[in-house]
């Protein structure tokens, strides 16, 4: 068979550039909240240069190494923390005041920290959708959004992925997860899901979290299994991954009402932006991306032709790479 050519405007497989070297921390430390959690936080690359804030996926993720690669960190100051109840954030796992708000509060005191006026914010996926909020709340402090895997966390999108849509894509891996679930309880599988990752038993949370962490882990790339983040197998992470991301998702990602942030995506018309979605992005479905470039015309939107869902996937790696790059012009 022939390889399928791209449309104009949509990337494809050649001439791509590869993540930046790997790059060290050149300072960390614990953020107080005035509340029960503390927020690890990190800072690399250049500590005099462009200022940008990536956040991680999830929500219930944690920053990583390879992050830190999409900037160039010669010429970028970036600034990595864990979310509340993720990663070295303390207490792990932690529900308590735990919602979108809280965390863009946090971003905005880490800014305030580290002494920042604006700065580019970074995301994909659960990252995408903090800063598509963050943005929303502070557009003056944004220079600039680099977004991948875009996710508005509306209804439609936790029902295609967690009921009725990605399962009939998957339907081995949505077995798995549908495994530790009575039949009974099937009908809403967010809400079987929260009852046992908030049960005091923590063999109960284990089970439930290597579940749902599972079926994200095989959904994430159209790489296949071998893309799963190793992350995944560790039940620690499993546990908090899966606890907090299905904490806000039963809660709608605590918005005021639906579709929040397309309703309000006209305070982002003032920002440049750079949306890079994955076509057979299966997490996150590229209507997201779509709706959102239709919101903000203002954005630069590229599809990427051969990719899904995770960020390491070459296509992905080049047009996130090529906009931090373009970034640094603004």
């Known amino acids: 068979m022939e390889r399928n050519t791209p449309p104009p405007g949509v990337s494809g497989s050649s001439h791509r550039r590869g993540l ?11 953020l107080s909240t005035g509340g029960p959690h503390e927020i690890f936080y990190e800072e690399c690359g250049n500590p005099n240069g462009k200022p940008c804030v990536i956040l991680h996926g999830g929500p219930g993720g944690a920053i990583n190494p390879t992050m830190r690669r999409f900037f160039d960190p010669a010429k970028w100051r970036m600034a990595l923390f864990d979310q509340r109840g993720c990663g070295k954030s303390r207490p792990n796992a932690s529900l308590d005041d735990n919602t979108t708000w809280s965390l863009i509060e946090d971003i905005e005191r880490l800014r305030e920290h580290l002494g ?8 994909g996926s659960w990252g995408s959708t903090l800063a598509l909020a963050y943005a929303i709340k502070h557009p003056e402090r944004v220079e600039s959004l680099v977004l991948r895997g875009i996710f508005l966390l509306t209804e439609r999108e936790l029902r295609w992925f967690y009921q ?37 038993d923590r063999r109960v949370q284990a089970e439930a979290a290597a579940a749902w962490s599972q079926w ?17 197998n560790e039940i620690d992470f499993a546990i908090a991954f899966a606890r907090i991301e299905c904490h806000f998702f039963v809660n709608g990602g605590f918005f005021p009402e639906h579709d929040w942030i397309i309703k309000n995506a006209h305070r982002l018309a003032n ?3 750079w949306i ?23 954005a630069r939107f590229e599809v990427v032709w051969d990719a899904g869902h995770a960020s390491t996937e070459p296509g992905i790696v080049d047009a996130l790479v090529r906009a931090t790059d373009q970034a640094l012009r603004i």
């Not at 994200?216 to 995944?232: L, Y």
């Open 271 to 273: 920002i440049p932006g």
């Open 216 to 232: 994200e882990g095989d959904t994430i790339s159209i790489r296949g299994p071998e893309a799963r983040p190793s992350k995944f």
């Open 116 to 123: 920042v006026e604006k700065w580019c914010v970074f995301g």
């Open 164 to 200: 009725d849509g990605a399962s009939m894509l998957f339907p081995d891996a949505w077995q798995r997860f549908c495994a530790p679930i009575p039949a009974e309880e099937r009908g809403d599988m967010m809400a079987a899901y929260h009852k046992r990752l908030v049960h005091p």
């Open 276 to 298: 890079v979605q994955g076509r057979f992005d299966v997490v996150t479905p590229m209507e997201s991306a779509w709706r959102l470039k239709s919101a903000w015309p203002q």
């Open 20 to 30: 930046f070297p790997d790059n060290e921390p050149f300072a960390s430390g614990y």
